[in-house]
């Protein structure tokens, strides 16, 4: 990016310590006026794209109102983006007991600010902010040079131009989504003992957390996309090391549906756009399906190291979140999303999720009675909670049995797409029965949901069982809803409750 | 000391290529403005102040390490 500075006074060497940026350097101080006024200098031919003009009160020649009259000539004119600082008097100014310094400041930063509302290219710097800090000017260097400020006052110069031009660059985001599993904690909630505590690799969490919710506090929307049972989600969020809770989201997508979709109903649903939305998951090929699907939506690389995360994640609110401005109305917003959001219906669906999974790559093997990974088998077996119809768990003895025995076919999924190679990630067992099939078991890791993998599963299901009477059943548990309609969806018909059958040509 | 002002002038300047034998006019950055912003870094980087004069005579690493060790 590429910035001229004009002033009243010295102020070229705020270039020393904006690092990063391109200067151009055509006016001399001094002649800002004509630089804004003469529509052919080289300040309206540079290719700078953004201005700063710095103006000193205690050395402003000119009324305000023909600097006011300048600025909004030059912006009128211009396509660049224009900074400009509001001003304070040097503390020990002459008049302080008669209050006219205090009233020509107040005017003067009120009919700036008047001005940057009227024009979207033009942004303020807070001076105040500044001059809060003590020892920031040198009167020998302005004696020198026309340089007002010391070394401390460029760098706080700096630092506050380059914090506005970020937040111009990037704009500010309105709304952070957030993935629960690995993501607010670690772990898979429903699976495993989730981290989350005050001390150890749970407090990385507790930290996030922490600043998430320091957004929410700033004015920024969350809300929740996850993959998860509802209650399961909402038990994490009443983890007694949770900083966040129900109350601090907006809306929650809790749910197995695909997280395009989620996403965006969560646009719709708060009538924001979707360049909006900031979406973090520590999962890359859901980051990957957003990003594709979505690409106004933000979505920012997960760090690879856990132990990044807050360094990271400030990072993140600083391209994102940093605010131009945080009015009253700002807060006031989201008790009014709150409300809209409990009128709206839910939006429906969007239908290129197949289009999305196309993309994956997606290979499946299946390992038919395959005796090399019976360890695996019998782990998932026994760590399987969520897409799991029957819920039975086996040894390993077990499964060797299932695997040798010629009444049962053992069928594991071995799962790759253009990410990773997930392995061994589901399974089925078959038993030859009076001359039917029945489903013992069928599961499928979280790690593979909605891929369509099951369908495959099932398709290998009925090749092996040739034409034959297929029965299913599903019991339930406090965590497999999610797979009580499978077996409908496979087109098998209920004949009891929660026992299925798909009728063979045999 | 050499050492502490050089360090102070490459940061400034965002230039590792500066040696004790560099001096004013050598690199585009150390122009007169670049100069007297050398003369803020040390003063606040060191404490040590320095007379107007002093500022526009000691153009050179050499010049400034000989004036200020002589300060100190």
New interface residues.
Partial sequence: MKIEIISNINMDSVKFYLKGYKFIQNCEFGNYMLDLLDDNSSLYKSESEIVILFIDIDDLMIKNSELFDAIEFFINKTKKTLITNTISFTPEYIDSFLNKTLQAELSYNQNLLNLSNKYSNLFLLDFNKICKFKNIIDEKFWYIGRIKYNKMGFELIAREVNKLIQTYKYGSKKVLVLDMDNTLWGGIIGEDEIKLSSDGIGKIYVDFQTKIKSLKDLGILLCICSKNNYEDGIKGLNHMHSILKEDDFIIKKINWNDKVSNIKEIAKELNLGENSIVFIDDNPVERSLVKEFLPEVNVPDFPEDIYNLNSWFLKVINNFFSRLNLTKEDIEKQKQYEAKIKRDALASSNNSYEKFLESLNIEIDFLVDDERYINRYAQMTQKTNQFNLTTKRYTIADMEKFVLDDNFNVIAVNYKDKFANEGITGLAILEHKNGNIYIDTFLLSCRILKRGVESKLFSKIEKISQQKDIYGEYIPTTKNAQTAELYKSFNFKEIKENKFIKKGNK | MEEKILNIVRE???NNSLTNNSKMGDID?WD???H??I???I??ELGI?CD?EE?IENDSIKKIVTLLTNKN
């Fill in positions: 400034l300047f965002n950055e007169s403005l670049g007297i912003n003369f803020m870094s003063e606040h102040s107007p500022v």
